[in-house]
Nanobody, 119 residues
Framework: QVQLAESGGGSVQSGGSLRLSCQWP??????MGWFRQAPGNEREGVAT???????WFADSVKGRFAISFDNTNFTLALQMNSLRPDDTAMYYC???????????????RGQGTQVTVSS
C-alpha cells in the first residue's frame, strides 16, 4: 500500500484560503486527485491531474481551486480559494496507475485532512 501523507487542513472563515498537500515516495502516478466527503454526503471528486498535465475540476470548485504537482518532491497540492461553508469536508488525496475516474476514489489514498469553513 502506498503511503500518502496529507497536510494543510484546518478551519477558515468563508472567503478564506487553504492549501492542501499530499506527499508520497518518489513515483509519478498516471492520475492524482483530491476527493472529499462531508457528513451525510457521499464522497465526491474535487479535482484530478493526469501525468500529461490535464486537469478536471468539479463544477462546484471551478475557478476557485487549483491542483498542481511538484515532481521534485512528489507532492500534490490543492490550492483552495474563496472557500465557502459547503466546502467543509474531509479531503483525501488519491493516486492510481491507470485511468482517471472522477466519481470513485482510488485504492491508494491518504487518511484525509479536515477542512472546515465557517460563515
Amino acid at each position: 500500500q502506498v503511503q500518502l501523507a496529507e497536510s494543510g487542513g484546518g478551519s477558515v472563515q468563508s472567503g478564506g484560503s487553504l492549501r492542501l498537500s499530499c506527499q508520497w515516495p518518489a513515483y509519478i502516478w498516471y492520475c492524482m486527485g483530491w476527493f472529499r466527503q462531508a457528513p451525510g454526503n457521499e464522497r465526491e471528486g474535487v479535482a484530478t491531474l493526469k501525468h500529461d498535465g490535464s486537469t478536471w475540476f468539479a463544477d462546484s470548485v471551478k475557478g476557485r481551486f487549483a491542483i498542481s504537482f511538484d515532481n521534485t518532491n512528489f507532492t500534490l497540492a490543492l490550492q483552495m480559494n474563496s472557500l465557502r461553508p459547503d466546502d467543509t469536508a474531509m479531503y483525501y488525496c488519491a493516486v492510481r496507475g491507470d485511468g482517471c475516474p472522477t466519481t470513485t476514489i482510488y485504492s491508494h489514498r491518504g487518511q484525509g485532512t479536515q477542512v472546515t469553513v465557517s460563515s
